[in-house]
C-alpha cells in the first residue's frame, strides 16, 4: 500500500519576539578562531555584563577581547569619541599585539549615530593596526548573525586573487591533474588544476583539517578559509574564485562575496550529517568537472556506525522552536534517522541562500515516506507553545528561556545554543549530533520508569523530577 506524501514546503510567518541572545555573543568563538585578532566590544553595561555571564571569562584571564563602555559623557557628545577609542587601541596594541582589531559596534552605538566606520580608517592609520568595523547589535534576527556580519566586513580586506600571465578563469576551469604530497600515506596524492576554492564560516582547527581531507580524497583542494586562524593568512577572493559556505546563517557574507568580491557562489546543503556532508562534496566536485568518488560507501559505513542512536530516535518526533538559524539542517539530519519533526521555527529564511538545503529536506522527507514539516519564519512563542501542548512532541529544540516551562509541562527539551557551539559537521562529527538530541530522550526515559509526575512533599514545599534543560 503506497501513501502519497505532500511534497510542498509549506513556509509561513508569524510575527513572533525574537527570544535569543545578543548578536555580540560571537565574540566567544571569533577570538578563539581568529588568534591574532583583538575585539572591542562598544557599548554599555548591560553588553559587558552579558559578555562576562555568557562567555564566563573573568578579567583577570586576559582574553582578547575587551569592553568599550560608553558613559553619560559619550553618549552626550561631551567626550571625544574618537579620542577615547584611540587611548584604548594603543594600550591594546601595547598589551596584546593584535595583528586587527575588530571594533563590534552594538544597539547604542547604532542610537546615538556613533561613526565608527568613519574614526576606523583614520585611527588604523596613526597606530599601524588594521581596525574592521562590525555592527553585530540587537536588531538582527539571530545571535549567530554576528558572526556573519563580522565575517562579511572580513571578507573586503581579503586581497584580490591574481592569476598568472595568459591564464584566465575559463583556462583554469580545464581538470588537469597535479601530484601534491600526503604526508600520512607516504604517497602523492593527485590534485586538480581547478579555480580557487574558498570555504567560508567559523569552524574549529580539527572540523577545518577533516573537510579539507573530505575535498582532497576527491582530488579538489581548499585555497583557504574564511576566517583563516591568522589574519595575514586571509584567501584571495575575486572573479574566478568559487565560494562555498559551511553555515545556514552566513547569507549576508554569501551576498558580499558575490556583489563585492564577484566570487561563484556554490550552493550546496551543508556538512552537518552524513547525507548532508555528502551533498556538500557532490555538489562542489561537478564545478570542477569532477567525479565525486567513493561517497556512497562512506555515508552507508557512517549510517552503520549510528545504529545504537538510530535505535533510540526511530520513531521519536521533535519541534524546532527557532533560536540560531541552524535548524534547517539538524532538522533535515533527524528526519533521515527515522524522527518525526512536526515544525521547524526559524527566525529568519534565506531561501535563495539555503535553496540547496531545503531541496534535500523535501528529498529525504519523501525518501522516508513522511510528510515536510512546516517551517515557521518568525514564529510567535505564544502560538507555538499551544501547538506543542496539542502535539506533545517527545522533545523540543528550544532557546534557553523556554526549557525549563516546557520540562515542567512534561515535554523533553535541549538547548539550541548547543548546536551553535558543538561540533556537528563533517562525517566523523555525526555520532555527536546524535548524542546531543538522545541525552533527553535517554534521561526522560529512566525518569518515567521512577514516575516522574509524582510530587515529594518536603518542608512543605512540593517539588518535582522534572529536569531542569
Excluded at 364 to 383: A, G, H, L, W, Y
Excluded at 391 to 399: F, M, N, R, W
Amino acid at each position: 500500500m503506497s501513501t502519497k506524501i505532500d511534497e510542498t514546503i509549506t513556509f509561513e510567518c508569524e510575527t513572533g519576539n525574537y527570544h535569543t541572545f545578543c548578536p555580540i555573543s560571537c565574540v566567544s568563538w571569533l577570538y578563539q578562531k581568529i588568534e591574532d585578532s583583538f575585539f572591542l566590544v562598544v557599548g554599555t553595561k548591560t553588553c559587558g555584563y552579558f559578555l562576562q555571564n555568557a562567555l564566563g571569562v573573568m578579567i583577570f584571564a586576559e582574553p582578547r577581547y575587551a569592553m568599550a563602555e560608553l558613559e553619560e559623557g559619550d553618549i552626550s557628545a561631551h567626550l571625544n569619541d574618537y579620542e577615547e577609542l584611540k587611548t584604548l587601541c594603543i594600550r591594546i596594541r601595547k598589551d596584546r599585539d593584535p595583528s586587527v582589531i575588530i571594533w563590534i559596534g552594538t544597539c547604542t552605538t547604532e542610537i546615538i549615530k556613533m561613526d565608527l566606520e568613519g574614526m576606523a580608517p583614520k585611527l588604523e592609520y596613526e597606530i599601524g593596526v588594521p581596525i574592521l568595523v562590525a555592527r553585530a547589535n540587537g536588531l538582527d534576527y539571530a545571535f549567530t548573525q554576528g558572526e556573519d556580519t563580522v565575517l562579511a566586513v572580513m571578507a573586503h580586506r581579503c586581497p584580490e586573487q591574481e592569476f598568472p600571465i595568459g591564464e584566465s578563469k575559463e583556462t583554469k576551469t580545464k581538470t588537469k591533474l597535479l601530484p601534491f604530497p600526503l604526508l600520512k600515506e607516504n604517497k602523492l596524492v593527485e590534485y586538480a588544476n581547478h579555480p580557487p576554492l574558498v570555504i567560508f564560516g567559523s569552524l574549529p582547527s580539527n572540523l577545518v583539517s577533516q573537510l579539507d581531507t573530505e575535498l582532497r580524497r576527491q582530488f579538489i583542494k581548499v585555497s583557504g578559509w574564511l576566517p583563516a586562524q591568522r589574519y595575514a593568512n586571509l584567501p584571495s577572493l575575486g572573479d574566478g574564485v568559487y565560494v562555498c559556505g559551511v553555515n545556514p546563517f552566513l547569507s549576508r557574507t554569501a551576498t558580499t562575496l558575490i556583489r563585492r568580491k564577484k566570487c561563484e557562489l556554490i550552493v550546496a546543503p551543508f556538512p552537518i550529517g552524513p547525507d548532508g556532508t555528502r551533498a556538500w562534496i557532490e555538489r562542489i566536485c561537478p564545478v570542477f568537472g569532477i567525479e565525486a568518488q567513493s561517497l556512497e560507501e562512506r555515508e552507508e559505513r557512517i549510517w552503520e556506525s549510528l545504529k545504537d542512536y538510530l535505535d533510540l530516535v526511530r520513531g521519536k518526533s521533535v519541534f524546532f522552536m527557532g533560536d540560531n538559524l541552524l535548524e534547517i539542517s539538524p532538522a533535515r539530519f533527524l528526519i533521515r534517522c527515522g524522527m518525526i519533526v512536526y515544525e521547524i521555527g526559524i527566525p529568519y529564511m534565506d531561501k535563495r541562500y539555503q535553496a540547496a538545503e531545503l531541496a534535500l529536506l523535501k528529498d529525504t522527507c519523501i525518501r522516508m515516506c513522511i510528510p515536510i514539516p512546516r517551517i515557521v519564519e518568525k514564529p510567535d512563542n505564544s502560538n507555538q507553545i499551544r501547538r506543542m501542548c496539542e502535539l506533545q512532541p517527545d522533545l523540543a529544540i528550544t532557546g534557553m528561556a523556554h526549557a525549563n516551562p516546557l520540562g515542567a509541562r512534561g515535554i523533553g527539551t535541549k538547548w539550541s545554543v548547543e548546536f551553535t557551539f558543538a561540533q556537528i559537521h563533517g562525517f566523523a562529527n555525526a555520532r555527536d549530533v546524535l548524542e546531543l538530541v538522545t541525552r533527553p530522550l535517554r534521561r526522560n526515559e529512566n525518569l518515567d520508569n521512577l514516575d516522574r509526575t509524582t510530587l515529594v512533599r518536603n518542608n512543605n514545599e512540593f517539588y518535582t523530577s522534572t529536569p531542569m534543560y
